[in-house]
């Protein structure tokens, strides 16, 4: 996760148990499930949610994850793909 930068660091910043799972799962299949896990709304309760930043860094971590395991990532939707 050498070339992550920014975005891990603000994740690692408020919440280092979190990144740490981020890290340990890169590079792996379950790493996009784990990640769309934390960033969509569940109903928990106690759950207080993440802030605007960290979501956003997690959001950036999906992205560059598939830009560098394409073979890992979804298979992008696309309107034609519906109607056939």
Known sequence: MQHLGYEFLVVKDAYPAVAQKLQS????????????????????????GFPANVLLAISELISIHDIQFPALAPAPDSFWSSIY
């Not at 799962?25 to 207080?48: K, M, P, Q």
């Open 25 to 48: 799962l890169w590079g792996t299949n379950a790493f996009r499930s784990y990640a769309e896990d934390l960033i969509h709304e569940r109903v928990r309760v106690g759950r207080i």
